[in-house]
Structure formats: structure tokens, C-alpha cells
């Protein structure tokens, strides 16, 4: 009998993505001075409506009517060449037996494309679930919500795999369990303090394994194993 149900991000969780749509808007907005690695962080699990008005605000201009989709159209030039998936998600992702979906702030074509072009979508077949169906995008609870009524799973038994603060606040806001995933040498936010971190995607269906066992108690307080670059953070 399936006890869990395991919701995952899909940019910077699932895909290494989140470098390649900020790349998109150093490509389409010259003017702009930020690093790649500033922008990724600034914008990290952001809406993109937010992250355009945050652009105009800091640039001092309107951007076109047609930037969207302009950027749209770039972000899916990029992933075609090159997006991968993060490291040891397709080894990971392949041992996992529990009910498992998707939910992401990005529109459904960008989902597709991402999962196509990384070798993942076999794994979730039509379990998408995007905010631009509902409308609610995180750090409220919506699209997590909405996912785990879909997938047929109370709020208790869902684990969310998030990489954004905006991601875990959301999980938290929808009554599930956040699993915190931080690439290796990136430290995590004060506000995650108290949460499962880790920074190895061969981690997870561990700590997976301990959710569902405490799940079963009614004992939702997972906690993660000490991993060497996450022990002294």
C-alpha cells in the first residue's frame, strides 16, 4: 500500500534550469550588469511575473509587451541544447516506488519540455501540476495543495523536494513535510533552520524511507542524516 506521496520541484530540483532562464535575461537585456550567480540566487523559485516587474524596477524601464514571450522562446532555445538533469537525479529517481508528481511554478510546455529533454518524463507521465492551472503560485500553498487532491493524498503524507526558500514556505504553508535541497557549497537560509537539508541527490530515497516509517507512527518529524558538506552548517 502506497502511505506517501512525494511532490517535487522541477527547476533546480529535478533540472539544473535555473542558471540556464537567467541566462535568458542576460541575453535579452544587455543593460543588465548582475552576474549569472547573482541573478540565479536573487530569482531562485520566484514567479516570473515578479522577476519582470523586479527587472523594471531595479532597470528603470518598461519592458516590451512581446518580452515574455521572447523570453519564453529563449528559455526553450536554451533547454533544447543544454539542460541536464541535477546530478544523480535519473539514478535516484529510478529507485523510487512511492506515487510521485510534479509541481512547479512554470507553465505546463516548459514542464514537458524540461522532463523531455532530460530524460525524466517517463517517471511522472501526466502528473503535472502547474500554478498557471490554479492560479496560486508559491510561496502559497496552491500548487501543492491542488497536486496532492490530484494525486489522492492528504497534506500529512506528502513530502515536498524543494531547492527555493519560496518552495519550502509553501510546503510548510500546505501542511507537508519540505526536504530541503541544497546544491554542494551552497549554504541554506537561516529561515530553513530546523528542516531536512541535503545536498546529495542519493540521499533521498533514505530520508523518503524515514518519512514514510514516521508517516506510519504519525510521527512526522523527520530528520536528516549528518552528510559531510552539511554538518557544519
Known amino acids: 500500500m502506497n502511505t506517501i506521496c512525494v511532490i517535487f520541484d522541477l527547476d533546480g530540483t529535478l533540472v539544473d534550469s535555473e542558471g540556464l ?40 524601464l518598461n519592458l516590451p509587451n512581446l518580452f515574455e514571450q521572447r523570453y519564453r522562446q529563449r528559455v526553450a532555445e536554451l533547454f533544447a541544447c543544454d539542460l541536464k ?30 522532463l523531455d529533454v532530460s530524460g525524466l518524463a517517463a517517471y511522472f507521465g ?41 518552495g519550502v514556505a509553501a510546503a510548510i504553508a500546505a501542511g507537508m513535510t519540505p526536504l530541503y535541497y541544497v546544491q554542494t557549497g551552497v549554504a541554506p537560509s537561516y529561515q530553513t533552520a530546523g528542516h531536512v537539508v541535503f545536498d546529495d541527490m542519493s540521499q533521498l530515497p533514505q530520508l523518503l524511507k524515514q518519512f514514510a516509517h514516521m508517516t506510519q507512527l504519525n510521527r512526522p518529524d523527520l530528520h536528516a542524516a549528518p552528510s559531510p558538506a552539511l554538518h557544519d552548517v
Open 21 to 60: 532562464c537567467n541566462q535568458a535575461f542576460l541575453d535579452l537585456l544587455p543593460q543588465l550588469n548582475d552576474s549569472l550567480q547573482t541573478l540565479t540566487e536573487r530569482y531562485r523559485g520566484q514567479k516570473l511575473s515578479s522577476i519582470l516587474n523586479d527587472l523594471e524596477n531595479r532597470l528603470g
Open 85 to 114: 538533469p541535477m546530478p544523480g537525479v535519473l539514478e535516484m529517481i529510478a529507485t523510487l516506488n512511492s506515487p510521485k508528481c510534479i509541481a512547479s511554478s512554470g507553465p505546463l510546455p516548459k514542464i514537458r519540455q524540461a
Open 126 to 166: 501526466d502528473n503535472l501540476f502547474s500554478s498557471y492551472e490554479i492560479g496560486s503560485w508559491k510561496p502559497d500553498p496552491g500548487v501543492f495543495q491542488y497536486a496532492a487532491r490530484e494525486m489522492g493524498f492528504t497534506p500529512n503524507q506528502c513530502a515536498v523536494i524543494e531547492d527555493s526558500e519560496v
